[in-house]
Nanobody
Framework: QVQLVESGGGLVQAGGSLRLSCVASGNIFSINTGAWYRQAPGNSREWVASFVSGGATNYAESVKGRFAISRDNAKDTVYLQMNNLQPEDTGIYYC???????????????WGQGTQVTVSS
């Protein structure tokens, strides 16, 4: 079984920064892809950033140039560095990862429980 646990959320003023972490635990052979999503009150969940196994990263237009997704394979951790935060970045941030539990095993998608980010104006 695999679990993803996010941390690093909080309350920050506009223009500030936060770094979110997503730690994977359990039977992990490799993390193939990772992504961050967010959900603002009253809105549906939206994709924010992701990386693929080759290392390429992609970002939603709304966060491009301000957010950076990265990974630490040794720690089975995915990060989201968020700079110049704005009130519209407020929401619950979720990480998702496609993980292979063993060599040659199936790749499954896992989700964390989310961490709250609140940006005040």
């Amino acid at each position: 079984q695999v679990q993803l646990v996010e941390s690093g959320g909080g309350l920050v003023q506009a223009g500030g920064s936060l770094r979110l972490s997503c730690v994977a635990s359990g039977n992990i052979f490799s993390i193939n892809t990772g992504a961050w999503y967010r959900q603002a009150p009253g809105n549906s969940r939206e994709w924010v950033a992701s990386f693929v196994s080759g290392g390429a990263t992609n970002y939603a237009e709304s966060v491009k140039g301000r957010f950076a997704i990265s990974r630490d394979n040794a720690k089975d951790t995915v990060y989201l560095q968020m700079n110049n935060l704005q009130p519209e970045d407020t929401g619950i941030y979720y990480c998702s990862a496609e993980i292979r539990g063993s060599a040659g095993g199936r790749i499954r998608t896992y989700w964390g429980q989310g961490t709250q980010v609140t940006v005040s104006s």
